[in-house]
């Protein structure tokens, strides 16, 4: 299921979204899904992940999970992940500064994100 990275942490907001997101009975048509993914370093820019993108929605999510909307966020900034949604037809819904906070090791305040979402066909 999908977080709804674009309402506030801990908002009546989020927790009602999410909510009715998940009440919905598997494989109706208006379930919001996300999808997040890390790869290693030593294997980005080289198209690995755009096509790992691409297989599940293809080859997993429309066929075994009747997928409409898949939403996705990334750090702004992190041209990678930018890169990989784009090439997948995700569009920009908005960027939402000083949003979420990072790590605690990371060592940083709130960072801005970008949510992306992806309805239809390749």
């Given at each position: 299921m999908y977080l709804f990275y674009e309402l506030r942490?801990?908002?009546p907001e989020l927790a009602l979204a999410?909510?009715?997101n998940n009440d919905l009975p598997?494989?109706?048509k208006d379930i919001i899904w996300g999808i997040g993914y890390y790869l290693s370093p030593t294997q980005q820019s080289r198209g690995v992940m755009s096509v790992a993108v691409r297989t599940v929605i293809q080859e997993w999510a429309i066929p075994r999970m009747n997928l409409h909307l898949l939403k996705s966020s990334f750090f702004?900034?992190?041209t990678g992940s930018s890169k990989v949604l784009e090439k997948n037809k995700f569009e920009e819904i908005?960027?939402?500064?000083d949003w979420t906070p990072a790590s605690p090791n990371k060592g940083r305040g709130k960072m801005s994100i970008v949510v992306v979402e992806w309805k239809g066909l390749l």
């Open positions: 942490p801990n908002s999410q909510k009715q598997t494989g109706h702004v900034g992190n908005g960027t939402f500064k």
